[in-house]
C-alpha cells in the first residue's frame, strides 16, 4: 500500500481549481449552498467585533459528510458571513519559510514557541494581508496582519520589514514556500464571543506538483479563552471528534516537499488518509487518490 503522502496527491498545473468543478465532483456537502442561504448573515464590518488576533484555537478534522449532518443542527446558534452575497468563500495563501524549512521544523516537532509566516488573498472581498501567525508557549495563537494592495508572492521591502519587526533579522532568510487554496465558510455565534472557520477543498502547489484533502474539511474554533461553552464543540464532543492538532502548511509540506519525514505530520496525514477512505469506501476509485508523480 502507498503511504499516505502520495495515495492523497496528485500531479497537475500549479493554478486553483475554479468553484464549478468543486460542486461537479461532490466535494462540497450535499446541501451547503441551500443551508448557508437560510442562516442569518454577518458582514466584514461585524466580524471585525469579533477579530480574536490573540485566542485559543480547537481545530478538528471530519469530512463533508459529517458536516453535512451537524451544521444544519446549528444553524440558529451562528450567522454566516456575507460577502456580495457569497458565503462560501475562496481563500489563496503564499507561506513563506527558511530554505532549510525552518519554521516547519519548529512545527512538526512541536516546538512550544512557533511561526507561520504567510500571504493571504482573500479572492471575494479582493481584501489582501501579510501576516505572521505565532502560537505562543502559554498555546495561545497572536495573529499580526499588514494589508497590502495586493497579494504578496516574493518578500517585499516593507514585508520583511513587518517580519523582522516580529521575528527578527533571520526573517531576511525567508522564500516562498507553498501555495494553499481552499474554500472558507465562516460563522460567528450569536453572542459574539468566537469564530468558526469551515475549510473545504484544501488544495496544496509547490514547484509544479498539487496535492488536494478530498471531502476533508478543517474545522477552526476561535475563542478569547480557553473553557468557553461552544455549541459547535459541544456537537464535536456529541459525535465523538476530538480536536486536532492538524496544520495545513504543514500537510502540505509533507505532502510536496522532498526528504522531509517527520513522525507528526506523518500522523496527521494518516488519519486524513482515514477518513477519507472511510467516506470514500463504497464508492469507484476516487479522482485525486493517485499517486504522486516522481517527476
Known sequence: MLP????????????????????????????LDRLLTRMSPTTLA????????????????????????ILPRLAHEYRVLD????????????YFDTPDLDLYR???SARDIRHKVRSRAYVDSGLAFFEIKSKTSTHRTIKHRLETPEFVTDLSPE????????????AASLQPTLSNDFLRVTLVDKRQ????????????????????????????LKQGRAGQRSA??????????????ISKYC????????????????????????????????????????????S
Not at 514585508?159 to 533571520?170: C, D, R
Open 4 to 31: 499516505a503522502s502520495a495515495q492523497l496527491a496528485q500531479t497537475m498545473s500549479p493554478v486553483a481549481m475554479p468553484l464549478a468543478p468543486w460542486h461537479a465532483l461532490g466535494l462540497v456537502p450535499p446541501g
Open 46 to 69: 461585524q466580524l471585525d467585533a469579533v477579530a480574536l488576533l490573540d485566542r485559543v484555537d480547537t481545530k478538528f478534522l471530519l469530512t463533508a459528510s459529517q458536516l453535512s449532518e
Open 83 to 94: 460577502v456580495a452575497g457569497r458565503r462560501l468563500h475562496q481563500y489563496r495563501t503564499l
Open 106 to 108: 519548529m512545527h512538526d
Open 159 to 170: 514585508a520583511s520589514t513587518f517580519v523582522t519587526e516580529h521575528l527578527g533579522p533571520e
Open 193 to 220: 464571543t468566537e469564530r468558526l472557520t469551515l475549510d473545504l477543498n484544501i488544495q496544496f502547489d509547490c514547484d509544479g506538483r498539487t496535492a488536494v484533502l478530498p471531502g476533508i474539511v478543517i474545522a477552526e
Open 232 to 245: 459547535f464543540g459541544d456537537a464535536m464532543r456529541a459525535a465523538r471528534i476530538g480536536p486536532s492538532s
Open 251 to 294: 500537510a502540505g509540506v509533507r505532502l510536496l516537499v522532498s526528504d522531509i519525514e517527520h513522525e507528526s505530520s506523518a500522523r496527521m496525514l494518516a488519519a486524513v488518509e482515514t477518513l477519507t477512505r472511510a467516506q470514500h469506501a463504497d464508492r469507484p476509485a476516487f479522482p485525486f487518490d493517485l499517486a504522486r508523480s516522481s
